[in-house]
Structure formats: structure tokens, C-alpha cells
């Protein structure tokens, strides 16, 4: 199946493999369940280094909008403002320049909008591809390192912008010809990959936040999960709280998927302290960002960190909505 490697199979063959970082004290957070980024302490003790890598295989034509904002947020919701970055380029043998061409001028701008630095990297042909796979390392530095597995009991937890804003573009790009949805519907959705990107509110956030993280696959109820897991801790969501755009709603009725459930990239999950709630709300809404509480942290009630959705317990990690529908679409070619 496609999608990320289980919580299970890293810790066994992943995170307890990290060469001499379990006794580095520069390593304040290496390789852990739901923590999308390291954190280093800088030599000098001034500050902490966050570094991130993901990877991503997708037309050309996407790779600046999609590949930066993809690497960057997970510096963003460290604490981290991006500030250098490493791209890897790997080509399908035989393929025009243009294509290379293309990717960085993309990289380039996307970089330039968030005042990130492309420091180096690695570019290559490969006979086994089909299509371009960038890997991008982001790394950052911060005086206040914020992790995923942050929250704590009474913190509220919120969400910026709204569920589903990546998912939403794919269903328009991957599915919309198939769905019985307006094409202005589809239009407005395709536009959300201009809003992946969640650095401007994780820079007002992170004075508040005790924890923060970057739902992507699995959408807002795979990232609250993973706060909870990471947290060891219980979060407690009204489904009706979270917002959902129309566009999403109607994208998602017709193609029998679960906004929450379908990629999240886009949005900001973070917990705050109750008494910080009204003044970091306020503080979106000053720079033009929605955002909304949508639940609450508890302490553990059982033997394992859970979300309970509108009263229904959620303990193991889930399937994004999303990859049953391309199993299908592949199946049909």
C-alpha cells in the first residue's frame, strides 16, 4: 500500500537506529513518532537548528508551489523560520531540459516568497523514473523550539484556515472530470495549492503554542493523532467545530470521502494554553488568517494517547480517503 511507512515498523527499524544521537546532547529532538523535524542545539548554545526532508514526485509545473511549501512548513511549525534549503532532482532518463529548467525557475521564486536561501543540492538522471522526485532539506533556526508532542492537558486545540485544502485541490486536479460538481467548484478548489503553505501563521502562533503541527496525509484527523500520540495525551474534537470550506464539502460529498481524512497541507494544528486562546485567535484574525478552537487536551484516560471525533475513540494510525480512489482509477486504466 501506498502512504507513510507505520508508526510500528520505525520504531523497530528506524528510530532506534540514529547512529551517535542517543548520546549527542546537541540533539534535543531526533527521529519520533509525529515529529516532523529535528532540533539541534547550536555548538555555541545560541539557539536551536531545526532541519526537515520530504520528498516529492509530482509534475514540473508544481514542484515550487508544492516541493518548498511541503519542506518548509514543517520548519515553520518547529518555532523555525525557513532560511536554507538543499534540493535533490532526480530526472527520468531521456527527459527535455526544459523540465529541469522549469523545476528550479519554480524552486527559485517559491524559495525567493519566503525568503529562503537554496544553499545546495544534488541533480541526476535516473533510468527508473517515470516522472521528476525532488527532495528538499529545510533547515531553520529558532530561539524557542516548538514540537508536536508539546500539549498539555487544558491547552485548546485550534485549527488555521480549514480542513482538507490539499485534498480538496487533488479531488478537483485527479477526479474532478469523474465527480458531478460544478466547474466552478472545481476551479475554486484547484486554486487551495496557492494556500499550502503555513509559515505566516505559525510565525504568530509559535508565541503561544505549546505544541504545533502540519496535517498532511490523513488529513486533520491523522495530524490530531499524531499531536496525541506524540504527546501522550488525550484531544477531545467537535467535528462541527473544525471548519470545512464548500467547496471541500461538495468536492468530498460527491467523491464519498471524509474531509478530515483526505491531505491537510495547508492548515496549522496547535494547542495553547487556555488562557492565551482569545490573544493568539485575535492575532490571526489581524493578519488575515481564520482560525478556529476546536477542541481540547486531557490527560490520559486508558493505556494508549487517543482523539475522540465527536465521541468516538481513535487510537491506530489511519488511511487517507484519497488512496482507495487512485487504487480504483488505476485498476480502471
Known sequence: MPGKVSPDDLLTHVFQRTGAAETDETVLQGPAEGEDAAAIDWPDGEG??????????????????????VATNDIAVSGADPRWLTAVV???????????????????????????????????YVDQLERPLLSLTAMGAT????????????????????????GSAILAADFGDDLDVAPEIRERAAGYLEEISVVPEAQIVRKYATAMHDPTEGGVTSGLLEVARASDVRLEIDRDAVPVREATATLCA????????????????????????????????????????IGSVGALEGDKPELILDGVSITEPIEDDLYPLWEQADREE
Request: hydrophobic share 45%; proline share 5%; aromatic share 2%.
Open 143 to 166: 530561539e524557542r523550539y516548538v514540537p508536536t508532542g508539546g500539549a498539555e492537558p487544558g491547552d485548546i486545540v485550534i485549527l488555521t484556515k480549514a480542513a482538507g485544502i490539499e
Open 254 to 293: 460527491a467523491a464519498g470521502v471524509d474531509p478530515l481524512r483526505i491531505f491537510g497541507s495547508g492548515a496549522l494544528l496547535a494547542t495553547v494554553p487556555e488562557d492565551a486562546l482569545e490573544a493568539c485567535l485575535a492575532d490571526l484574525e489581524g493578519a488575515g488568517l481564520e482560525a478556529a478552537a
Open 48 to 69: 536551536t537548528l531545526v532541519v526537515s526532508s520530504d520528498p516529492i514526485s509530482l509534475a514540473a509545473s508544481q514542484v515550487g508551489q508544492l516541493g518548498i511549501a
Open 90 to 124: 532526480l530526472l527520468p532518463t531521456g527527459v527535455d531540459t526544459d523540465v529541469l529548467e522549469e523545476i528550479s525557475r519554480d524552486l527559485d521564486a517559491a524559495a525567493r516568497d519566503l525568503g529562503a536561501s537554496i544553499v545546495g543540492g544534488h541533480s541526476e
